[in-house]
C-alpha cells in the first residue's frame, strides 16, 4: 500500500517562499504521476500543479510564475517551490499520486500541510 506524507508549510509573509515536499512510500514511483492539491476552509479543493513519470509539468493560471513543481525519483519525492506568496494562496497543500500503468486506479493521497500567507 502506498503512504505519502508532505512536509514544509508553515506562516510566512506576503512576498515570500516556502518549500513543499512529499515523500512516497512505494518501489514504482518511477512509474507514478504526482500532483499537489491544495484546499482552502469552506472552498473546493483545486488541483494547482501536476508532474508526469517523464517530468512533464502543467500548473493551474493562478499559480504560474509563481510555483514549481518537480520529482527526484531516486529519494521517491516530489516537491512544490512556492514563490512570491499571496494570502489567497493559503491553504491546506495535499501532494496525490496515481501509477500511470493502472487504468482507472484510485488516487493515494497524503495528510496535508497547512501554509499560511500574511499580508
Known amino acids: 500500500q502506498v503512504q505519502l506524507v508532505e512536509s514544509g508549510g508553515g506562516l510566512v509573509q506576503s512576498g515570500g517562499s516556502l518549500r513543499l515536499s512529499c515523500t512516497v512510500s512505494?518501489?514504482?514511483?518511477?512509474?507514478?504521476?504526482m500532483d499537489w492539491y491544495r484546499q482552502a476552509p469552506g472552498k473546493q479543493r483545486e488541483l494547482v500543479a501536476t508532474?508526469?513519470?517523464?517530468?512533464?509539468?502543467n500548473y493551474a493560471d493562478s499559480v504560474k510564475g509563481r510555483f514549481t513543481i518537480s520529482r527526484d525519483n531516486f529519494k521517491n519525492m516530489v516537491y512544490l517551490q512556492l514563490s512570491s506568496l499571496e494570502p489567497e494562496d493559503t491553504a491546506v497543500y495535499y501532494c496525490?499520486?496515481?501509477?500511470?500503468?493502472?487504468?482507472?486506479?484510485?488516487?493515494?493521497w497524503g495528510q496535508g500541510t497547512q501554509v499560511t500567507v500574511s499580508s
Open positions: 496525490s499520486g496515481k501509477d500511470r500503468r493502472f487504468n482507472g486506479a484510485p488516487p493515494a
Open positions: 512505494t518501489s514504482d514511483f518511477s512509474f507514478y504521476d
Open positions: 508532474i508526469t513519470f517523464g517530468g512533464t509539468t
